[in-house]
């Protein structure tokens, strides 16, 4: 539904997208990392119109973003960042302004709004002038322009900026429920780590405007040094350093004065029963013993730090 190929934009000399290929297909959730300044938002704002791109192609279910940008918007929703709208406009006739630009009128209108006003309980604010409204119900407001006329693909720039931890929650419920079961895509560009984690199927990583990594969230934590490493918290402190004797054991790395262990796996090792074994053995004071599928800050840090 969404094809990138050799996409590129520059501003004078510098290049912010860089040659980006990647294709995104119905029933993905992508999350789309980088750090600041990597051409996420370029990406997204070429994908979405709002910019031209200085070479490469794209298309949005079959839609080319040059020569057929209306019909491909037709088929978008989409969530810039900042969320910006206007601010002395209130909320309801805002989305039904918006549904007005969709195309919608009468009962299908009045059935679009009540709609996204319902999935991003915005009940409470409808007559508000958006300008009075707080960081995160602008955020909420901009979520519902973007799902008003049920888009088949949805394109969402930091879509919990500024919520809270209910409302963040809320937030990814939605993504998930307009995900699942269905051929429709969201793209989410983010900088909470956890946000992939949570409702993503499949992650990109950019820097400096090149194609990084590209994987199921499960892939990319299988990529760090603590994917299968063993977590031991204890009552007491104990010397960790025997356990590298053990086949399979890469590092132990101590802290809490010996109270809480991480021992790290070589590539490819499944080191949690002799882990488990030697504690037992040993009677050592355990309280929880765990395993690590992976830490995706560590793998994005390293994917970055080596780009940069």
């Not at 999350?31 to 996420?40: C, D, E, T």
Request: hydrophobic residues 40%; negative net charge; aromatic residues 4%.
């Amino acid at each position: 539904m969404i094809k990138i190929n050799s996409l590129t934009k520059r501003f004078g000399e510098h290049v912010a997208v860089d040659n980006l290929s990647f294709d995104v297909q119905p029933g993905e959730v992508l999350g789309f990392l980088g750090p600041n300044g990597a051409g996420k938002s370029t990406t997204m704002k070429m994908l979405t119109g709002f910019l031209t791109p200085d070479g490469g192609t794209a298309s949005v279910c079959g839609f080319d973003i040059q020569t057929q940008i209306l019909q491909a918007q037709q088929q978008m929703g989409y969530l810039p960042e900042g969320a910006p709208c206007y601010g002395d406009m209130r909320v309801r006739r805002f989305l039904e302004f918006i549904a007005e630009v969709r195309g919608l009128g009468g009962s299908a209108r009045r059935s679009a709004v009540d709609r996204a006003i319902e999935q991003v309980e915005l009940q409470g604010v409808l007559d508000q002038s958006i300008e009075t409204l707080s960081k995160g119900f602008k955020r909420r407001v901009g979520l519902a322009q973007a799902i008003l006329h049920d888009p088949a693909v949805l394109i969402l720039d930091e879509p919990t900026d500024g919520l809270d931890p209910n409302q963040k929650h809320q937030v990814r419920n939605l993504i998930k429920q307009l995900a699942s079961g269905s051929n429709k895509i969201v793209v989410i560009s983010t900088h909470i780590l956890e946000e992939v984690s949570a409702v993503c199927t499949r992650a990109v990583v950019i820097a400096h405007g090149k194609l990084l990594a590209d994987g199921t969230p499960d892939e990319l934590e299988a990529r760090s040094r603590y994917h299968q490493a063993v977590t031991v918290a204890l009552q007491q402190p104990v010397d960790g350093s025997p356990l590298l004797a053990l086949p399979g054991v890469l590092e132990v790395e101590t802290q809490r004065d010996g109270r809480l262990l991480t021992v790290l796996a070589k590539p490819g090792e499944v080191i949690f029963p002799a882990v488990g074994e030697f504690a037992r053995t040993h009677q050592w004071p355990v309280q929880e013993l765990s395993v690590e599928r992976g830490r995706l800050d560590e793998v994005f840090r390293t994917l970055t730090e080596k780009a940069a």
